[in-house]
């Protein structure tokens, strides 16, 4: 059964940096892309990142490139998700996700997580 916990979020100023992280368990497929989505108040759900797990290659979407940085932790079967120069349009519910396969997708993820809260003060 596979798991996926966020953690991490919480309350930062404008222009501030966070780090969310999610742990999965469960992943025994053979290839996967692990991604990062967000949705705001009002808001459709909204692609953020994507890391392939089994070389590290990412894909981000265009309001986050140049200051989220995704990576991955083999040995800790983590994926985070770093955050720097914060806007208050980067506040939302993070939802970390499994996709199976090895396409690097923003779409047709599988497994989801609960969420976690990001709000960002002007």
């Known amino acids: 059964q596979v798991q996926l916990v966020e ?7 404008a222009g501030g940096s966070l780090r969310l992280s999610c742990a999965a368990s469960g992943l025994t497929f ?12 009002g808001k459709e759900r909204e692609f953020v990142a994507a890391i ?12 986050v490139k140049g200051r989220f940085i995704i990576s991955r932790d083999n040995a800790k079967n983590t994926v985070s998700l ?13 939802y970390c996700a499994v ?24």
């Open 7 to 13: 953690s991490g979020g919480g309350l930062v100023q």
């Open 99 to 122: 996709r199976r396969g090895p396409t690097v997708s923003r779409r047709g993820y599988d497994y989801w997580g609960q969420g976690t809260q990001v709000t960002v003060s002007s």
């Open 30 to 41: 053979r290839s996967y892309t692990m991604g990062w989505f967000r949705q705001g108040p």
């Open 82 to 94: 770093q955050m720097n120069s914060l806007k208050p349009e980067d506040m939302a519910v993070y």
């Open 52 to 63: 392939r797990w089994s070389d590290g290659v990412t894909d981000y979407g265009d309001s």
